[in-house]
């Protein structure tokens, strides 16, 4: 009979073979998926929007929209400037887009508060949608929209400041408006990403137009649509809150 001594001598050259027992195995195994998942988690974590946290899923997704978004910014702001500008030149034209504002909005600023805010919510979350969808034209559509809206904002902005003053535009446009554009503005950028692709696609460049546009339907969905309900609060309840003070 083999000395114990000799067979632990012999284990530690290699020269005996000891069978693995079952739970080891398995333990091993389990540590081999796991591992597995952790790899493809930090993989998921790297693409745009889809970080460990909310937080972080939002500054990744706006650092990779962010020049999409700066330009429709830059275009919203010069097409209200132009507005406003014109409104002073062409007084006329200016009352014309006035009445057809003020018509189209009378009969909902007649209801109740909280049918106002949903008024307000359900507008703003239609179009900003639609900014993001009608992209896939190249982008055309939603740059031409922005361009109309900040346009009819100037033009709205330089006759009420007429009559109560640039204190009451700035104290009526601050509180939601910090939330309400850059909202906005994101799904026109988004939209203006995915006209760039589809453009690109169509010279023959590689592009993922399929799973952009899935990503910025979940940033949609995740952030822009909540804040826009937050700023439909703020603009229905807060607002008229701050501007009974003048």
Same mark, same amino acid.
């Given at each position: 009979?083999?000395?114990?001594?000799?067979?632990?001598?012999?284990?530690?050259?290699?020269?005996?073979?000891?069978?693995?027992?079952?739970?080891?195995?398995?333990?091993?195994?389990?540590?081999?998926?796991?591992?597995?998942?952790?790899?493809?988690?930090?993989?998921?974590?790297?693409?745009?929007?889809?970080?460990?946290?909310?937080?972080?899923?939002?500054?990744?997704?706006?650092?990779?929209?962010?020049?999409?978004?700066?330009?429709?910014?830059?275009?919203?702001?010069?097409?209200?400037?132009?507005?406003?500008?014109?409104?002073?030149?062409?007084?006329?034209?200016?009352?014309?887009?006035?009445?057809?504002?003020?018509?189209?909005?009378?009969?909902? !600023?007649? +209801? /109740?508060?909280? *049918?106002?805010?949903? =008024? #307000?919510? &359900?507008?703003?979350?239609?179009?900003?949608?639609?900014? $993001?969808?009608?992209?896939?034209?190249?982008?055309?559509?939603?740059?031409?929209?922005?361009?109309?809206?900040?346009?009819?904002?100037?033009?709205?902005?330089?006759?009420?400041?007429?009559?109560?003053?640039?204190?009451?535009?700035?104290?009526?446009?601050?509180?939601?408006?910090? !939330?309400? +554009? /850059?909202?906005? *503005?994101?799904?026109? =950028? #988004?939209? &203006?990403?995915?006209?760039?692709?589809?453009?690109?696609? $169509?010279?023959?460049?590689?592009?993922?137009?399929?799973?952009?546009?899935?990503?910025?339907?979940?940033?949609?969905?995740?952030?822009?649509?909540?804040?826009?309900?937050?700023?439909?609060?703020?603009?229905?309840?807060?607002?008229?809150?701050?501007?009974?003070?003048?």
């Amino acid at each position: 009979m083999e000395r114990e001594e000799d067979h632990y001598l012999r284990e530690k050259n290699g020269e005996v073979r000891t069978e693995t027992p079952d739970w080891e195995r398995e333990e091993k195994i389990y540590a081999s998926e796991e591992n597995s998942f952790l790899a493809d988690s930090r993989k998921t974590e790297s693409r745009p929007g889809t970080g460990t946290s909310r937080a972080s899923g939002f500054t990744s997704y706006l650092r990779f929209i962010w020049p999409y978004v700066l330009f429709i910014t830059f275009v919203f702001f010069g097409a209200l400037v132009a507005g406003y500008t014109s409104s002073a030149n062409f007084p006329e034209m200016a009352d014309t887009l006035m009445e057809g504002f003020s018509s189209r909005f009378a009969p909902l !600023l007649a +209801l /109740p508060p909280i *049918f106002i805010m949903l =008024g #307000i919510f &359900l507008n703003n979350a239609f179009v900003s949608l639609l900014f $993001l969808v009608l992209g896939l034209v190249f982008g055309i559509l939603p740059v031409l929209f922005i361009a109309f809206n900040g346009y009819i904002v100037g033009v709205i902005s330089h006759i009420v400041a007429q009559e109560r003053g640039l204190l009451f535009i700035f104290l009526a446009l601050l509180p939601h408006g910090v !939330l309400e +554009l /850059p909202m906005v *503005f994101l799904s026109a =950028g #988004i939209g &203006l990403r995915l006209g760039h692709q589809v453009f690109a696609a $169509l010279i023959g460049r590689p592009t993922e137009i399929k799973k952009e546009f899935k990503e910025g339907l979940q940033f949609y969905f995740r952030w822009i649509l909540p804040l826009l309900f937050l700023a439909a609060v703020v603009e229905t309840f807060i607002t008229p809150l701050i501007l009974s003070f003048l």
